[in-house]
Nanobody
Framework: QVRLLESGGGQVQTGDSLTLSCGTS????????MAWFRQGQGPEKEREFV??????????IFADSVKGRFTISRDTDENTAYLQMNNLQPEDTAIYYC????????????????WGQGTQVTVSS
């Protein structure tokens, strides 16, 4: 079982930056592609893909809405994945979840087996 724990969320102003972290105590992290998803408030909001990084960190993919503003990375020695978020906007307000899967990174949340509990990011205008 891989337990993921997010941290780094908070309340910021438009244009500010935040870095989210997703850590685990297991070396199984080294064999996982990692991704970040987010879910806004309201029952109609689905879990939305944000970014993903490959197992070895050589490939990254981003949602169009965050491309150029967000960066995803991983530190294998620390068993941690990161999401650096710059120029945050009110529409980025959501609960952010990290997720892990074996093999290649994808945009589909149904492909991911391991999930964290989420961390809230709130961006005020």
């Amino acid at each position: 079982q891989v337990r993921l724990l997010e941290s780094g969320g908070g309340q910021v102003q438009t244009g500010d930056s935040l870095t989210l972290s997703c850590g685990t105590s297991t070396r199984a992290f080294r064999g996982l592609a990692m991704a970040w998803f987010r879910q806004g408030q309201g029952p109609e909001k689905e879990r939305e893909f944000v970014a993903a990084v490959s197992v070895r960190g050589g490939r990254t993919i981003f949602a169009d809405s965050v491309k150029g503003r967000f960066t995803i990375s991983r530190d294998t020695d620390e068993n941690t994945a990161y999401l650096q978020m710059n120029n945050l906007q009110p529409e980025d307000t959501a609960i952010y979840y990290c997720a892990g899967k074996t093999f290649d990174e994808t945009r589909n949340p149904d492909d991911y087996l391991y999930w964290g509990q989420g961390t809230q990011v709130t961006v005020s205008s």
